[in-house]
C-alpha cells in the first residue's frame, strides 16, 4: 500500500466537542487531553466510569451560554454536562438513521 492510498483511507477523528446541537453519535475511543497534565488518565477513567466507553450512543443535548461550558449529552438515558476539554477527549462517529 503506497502513501497516497493510506491517505485517502485515513478518516480525521471526530471529537464530541466539534458536534452539534442534537447531534446522535457512537462513541470509538478516549485519547489523551494535555490540558489535564497528569491529571489526564483520572480522567479518562472517570469519563468510562461514567458510561463514555467504546461503542456507547450519545445524543448532543446543548451547550452553554452562546455556545461555551458546559456541553450537555446524554448517554444511556442519563444527561451529563461536560467541560469542552473533557468532550474533546471523546472521539465519536456519527449515527446514521436506519430508513
Known sequence: MNIASRADSFT???RLDQCRKGTSVRVTSLI???LF???DESVSLRLKELGFLPGAHLKVIG???LGSD???????????AL???EAAKICV???TPHP
Open 12 to 14: 480525521p477523528a471526530l
Open 32 to 34: 489523551g487531553q494535555p
Open 37 to 39: 497534565g497528569a491529571q
Open 63 to 65: 451547550f452553554g451560554l
Open 70 to 80: 458546559p456541553l450537555a449529552v446524554q448517554v444511556n438515558g442519563t444527561k451529563f
Open 83 to 85: 467541560r469542552r476539554a
Open 93 to 95: 462517529e456519527p449515527i
